[in-house]
């Protein structure tokens, strides 16, 4: 089931994230979340298919071309997660905080098992970015020039 490990991994009596919910519409957005948990990373999401496809970025998703960084897929996320902002309790999955570093609309332009090519336009953001599936749940992701 869609979202089954995302609500696996939660408890919504306990944490302030929202509800596991498939939400379709005809937009594409994207958003990069700071999240201060255990380790520092950030977040990046993209609304496909009612869902976000996510991905811990370690370093960070570069804002220079050519600039390669890790990518580390996790869980498909709610579309509500697009909007979240706060603090996940201690004792809670991903404890911390969590604030927008950007966000805005994607152009997605092809979306295969092994690449994602898409264009961003974000306040940080902005150009084409690529996405390739190296191996499990690991990926790359940089701009490209
Ligand atoms: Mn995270």
Redesign the pocket.
Known sequence: MVLETYKKKRKFNKTPEPKPVVKKTNLSRFVV?E?H?SHL?W?FRLEIDGVLKSW?VPKGVPEKPNIKRLAVQ?EDHPVDYLFFEGKIPEGQY?AGT?KIWDQGNFKLYEQTPQLIDFELSGKRLKGNYVLIHTRANQWIIFKKK
């Open positions: 979340q999240h948990a990373h977040d811990a996790v991903g969590v």
